[in-house]
Structure formats: C-alpha cells, structure tokens
C-alpha cells in the first residue's frame, strides 16, 4: 500500500522536507462515494497502513457506530490497532473510496495538525472522478480538504454538515473533522455522518 517518499526530499536546507502520499488512491469499481481528508499523518501515528491510520482519529469509530452500532467495530482486540482487512472489504462492499486533497506537503511542525500543513502539490480531484464514473459524491473531512475541492470543482464551500452542488452535478458534502481536535463529541459527528450517508442512500 506504501508508494515511498524518496523523490519528495526538499533540496533547500531551511525548510523541512515535503512528503509524497504514502498511500496509492483506493477507487474500488462502483464507488458511489470518494472520501477525501488533506493528508496522512506521519508514520509513527500509524495504527495501520490504510486511510485514517491514527487510533486516536475517529473516522472508523463513525462507520463503525453507523453500520454495525459498535464505535469498535474495526478494532483489533487486545491492541490499539485497527483491522485494516476488515475496513478494505467494507468499503468495497459499501462503496467507498478514499484518498486526499494533498499529493505532496511539507510539515511546518512536526504534528498532524491541518494549520501547519503547506500544500506543494495538490490531487487532481478530477482525474480520480474519471477512475470511478459511478461516483456523484464527494465528501471532505476537514476545512483544507474541503477549500481545496471547492476551488477545483469551482463551487461555493458548504457549511458543515451540508452540501452544495458543483458543476457536471456533482455533490460536495462538507463533515465535521474526525480528528479528536475538533471541538464536537462522537455521537454528535455520527449523527452528522449518518445524516449524510441517509441522503445518499448509502444506509
């Protein structure tokens, strides 16, 4: 799953290094739905080499209280580690692709935090829309995410929790940040969450 940074070493010696993404875009045939956030945190906050791969960062905690009504579902038991087969195969059986705003950054400071994230080079969130033609829906994770896709897809950014309708009819739904930073408890960005997945017809 790892593609390696190796090519993204920044060559001026006053700044931090930039990172490629570390993971390939996963665009299952059929995907109804692309998940998009800003980009991975650093390895060592990994709990798996997936999407959302923080344990302390509640995206799967979501879809678990959503789908199966167990914020664990996704864990493995007896670690802190979340089931990386297990969240492959639901979101090939639900629909879901997932991948970021950012295909290349440099980190400010050394967290995962979005406001000392610099953005050298951005996805090109058309060219995965050609890769999954059944997909109408994206849905951004947090505010870089979603400013970013709404200047590519040149429409208005949505409040959180809502939608706006771009060009080509595409939908851009706008969620709460499933980090733990974001000032919203769990139960209230599931209902957010489910809210969103009811109006896709994606529950």
């Not at 344990?55 to 199966?68: A, C, E, H, V």
């Not at 406001?115 to 999954?132: K, M, S, Y």
Request: net charge positive; charged share 20%; aromatic share 12%.
């Amino acid at each position: 799953m790892r593609t390696g940074s190796a090519d993204c070493k920044s060559t001026m010696p006053s700044m931090p290094d930039t990172e490629c993404h570390p993971f390939e875009p996963f665009l299952p045939g059929g995907a109804r739905v692309l998940f998009l956030g800003s980009f991975p945190p650093q390895p060592k906050r990994w709990s798996m080499e997936f999407y959302y791969p923080n344990w302390l960062n509640d995206f799967w905690r979501i879809m678990g209280l959503i789908y199966f009504g167990e914020r664990e579902w996704f864990a493995v038991g007896g670690g802190k580690r979340f089931d990386v087969s297990r969240i492959v195969g639901f979101c090939r059986e639900r629909g879901f692709a997932l991948y970021d705003t950012a295909v290349e950054v440099r980190r400010l400071k050394d967290n995962a935090s979005d406001a000392f994230l610099e953005v050298v080079r951005e996805t090109d969130i058309r060219a995965l829309l050609a890769q999954i033609p059944s997909c109408h829906t994206i849905v951004t994770t947090g505010e870089k995410a979603t400013t970013i896709a709404a200047r590519q897809l040149s429409c208005a950014l949505p409040a959180v929790g809502s939608f706006v309708t771009a060009p080509s009819s595409l939908r851009l739904w706008r969620m709460p940040s499933t980090s733990r930073a974001y000032p919203l408890p769990l139960a209230a960005k599931a209902t957010a969450y489910r809210r969103m997945l009811e109006a896709e017809g994606l529950i």
